[in-house]
């Protein structure tokens, strides 16, 4: 071939791109330049061979939605294909992803060891359902880097956690647990919904699955829920006797073995073949085309999260009415230097501060903000407002509060994209309120 | 399913259903560096319709033991002994790429033996770029990332996978980087490089060949598919257009179909 000298570099294209294009060509969908809505239930087959074939795994292609469906399978491509990841399978929320991963890697009798600060609907999965199917965890602290390996045991099948906990911002430092779970041949799932693949890659930290809820950041646009699991490829499944239902031909799948037959894409095979078939959480082609809206824009969107973020930090550390601020751009956040090293393009946009005057001050902010939106989410473009001991934690007593990582006087924060200079005059108005909380109506 | 060549364990999938020494058997060649995982688009079918497959790991690669064979005549030669080792006194091949290489010299080595051979993206010599072969030497995962961009047309860039949900680039990359870069990708590329014989080794062979090529195939381009297919006596040759190197999974249907009507044609399955 040739012998020029120029150095030779791959051409495969790059992160921006990948996030407009992946999973689609417009030339095998009648030249339909944005991807098309599937909006369908099922598929015609050519003849029966062809349907034989499809419900065998002999060829690829769609049979009925549930399983799959053009539409989702580009949104699948393209986090896949984002994450740099070999699959990838979406899911109506970021919930059943998690259900379906622990459900494709557990049995009854099986064990997890899991990151104590998780988002709180994943915190109750792990703690009270899941116990329900006879799947059992173990919690321990994300700085508890050796806790982890303490916790191993003989039916562990895996470590899970968030890189960044919420709402403590408290780091999970991903290579070292990465290595612990390898050791003991058990796969690392990291729930990266916080940081989109744009801050981080897990699988290059180790991770082996990867899960987002898109309804956040990856929609950005807060009007669909979504969620995705997705396969690293490198997990060798056949390195211990560990995961059989993986390894060895499977009766729930005609006597499959996944690992052999798809390698790689193992994982996501059987997490659709099996758990898909059976529970169903499937992605509406509507949804999965809105996120794909998003993440057409995902770099632009998560630059300006970021430093719209870094600008309120500054902001918050000033004011006179703040007591504490909380995220990883802060010099003595303990995980500053390991946030630098794992979220190299930016530390996120989620916010956790304390409010002088304790729980009254956060009611009496949180009433008062106008441009910033109360509600139960993360990841919107616009900035969302909580005050947890006053609305979703307020049956709690102070000792259980702080076991949750929560206090009387934080407020969470999501901060969106909106003008900087907007979002900060809201805040004064917030903050005013807050001073003199008695004597502020609550509408 | 495993079993022993020259003492060595070798592992091959059956396409999912138990191999059955009573019905015709194909053997599927990988390429560079890759492993039996490529073929899953086109074994299962052949499995589940009246053959015995085996989708083989060469030596030192995927699942197999023994170390990486230093030369195509090597490899041609081991694909004669699997023949044997399995019970079989025929089979039919089917190769890609590198594969190609060695189903030619195994063809014109065994002209009993086999009774069909079918090229994916083939070509009577696959000289590498000195660059590409000296990273896979080193160990350098670049190696990896550039045969990943050559080996890859528009569905492989962009996706559209057959199979929902994967994506081509980063599952060939894993596929590929799943052993030692050095002793399977480098030992292989250094392999296609020496291998000088292909063009004579064409000329013997007498047994029905089916060569499918793809336009956008930047590793063996269609010229050179077409100078190879014109030395073997009634080759049959099928081009696949907006296709690149990987025709296999790329294009994995069309490829099935093509495959399907030549090889149930000249060597009928038992049903
Ligand atoms: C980190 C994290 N994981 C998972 C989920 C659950 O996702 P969904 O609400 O899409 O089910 C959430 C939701 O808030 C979350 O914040």
Known sequence: MSDKKKEISPKTYKFDTLSLHAGYQPHKNAGSRQVPIYQTTSYLFDDVDHAAALFNLERGGHIYSRISNPTVGVLEERVASLEGGTAALATSSGMSAIFLTVMTLCEAGDHLVVSSQLYGGTVNLFRLTLPKFGITCTFVKPRDTEGFKKAIKKNTKGIFGELVGNPGNELMNMPDVAKIAHDAGIPLIVDATYQTPYLCKPFEHGADIVIHSLTKWMAGHGSSMAGILVEGGNFDWMQNDKFPTMTTPYEGYHGLSFAEEFGPTAFTMKARAEGMRDFGPCLSPQNAWNVLQGIETLSVRMKKHCSNAEEMVKYLLAHESVAWVSHPSVPDHPDHELAKKLLPNGRGSMIAFGIKGGKDAGVAFINNVKLASHLANVGDTRTLVIHPASGTHSQMDEATLKFAGLSHDMIRLSVGIEDIDDIKNDFEVGFRAARKPRLVSNQ | ?271
């Open chain 2, 1 to 271: 399913m495993k079993f022993k060549v020259n003492g060595e364990d070798v592992y091959a999938s059956t396409g999912g259903r138990p191999f059955d020494k009573n019905k015709p058997l194909i053997i599927f060649v990988h390429g560079s560096g890759l492993t039996h995982m490529t073929w899953v688009l086109q074994t299962r079918y052949f499995a589940f319709h009246g053959y015995s497959v085996l989708a083989l790991d060469m030596p030192g690669h995927g699942l197999s033991g023994g170390k990486s064979l230093k030369s195509i005549e090597d490899m041609a030669e081991w694909i004669g002994k699997v023949i044997d080792s399995v019970g079989y006194k025929e089979a039919s091949l089917v190769g890609h790429s590198q594969g190609c290489l060695v189903t030619i010299e195994c063809t014109s080595r065994y002209p009993d033996k086999i009774k069909t051979l079918s090229l994916m993206g083939g070509a009577g010599a696959i000289p590498m770029n000195p660059e590409l072969l000296s990273l896979a030497e080193n160990n350098d995962p670049k190696a990896v990332d550039l045969m990943m961009d050559w080996a890859h047309g528009p569905a492989g860039h962009f996706g559209g996978h057959p199979v929902p949900g994967l994506y081509h680039i980063n599952t060939g990359t894993m596929l590929a980087k799943s052993r030692t870069i050095q002793n399977t990708l480098g030992v292989d590329f250094r392999a296609c490089d020496n291998y000088k014989n292909g063009f004579e080794a064409a000329k013997k062979i007498k047994c029905p060949t089916l060569s499918i090529l793809a336009t956008d195939d930047k590793m063996c381009p269609v010229k050179e598919g077409k100078k190879l297919a014109a030395l073997i006596d009634g080759s049959q040759v099928d081009i696949i257009d907006n296709c690149g190197h990987m025709m296999l999974l790329e294009e994995a249907d069309r490829v099935l179909k093509v495959l399907k009507k030549f090889i149930t044609s000249n060597y009928p399955p038992k049903i």
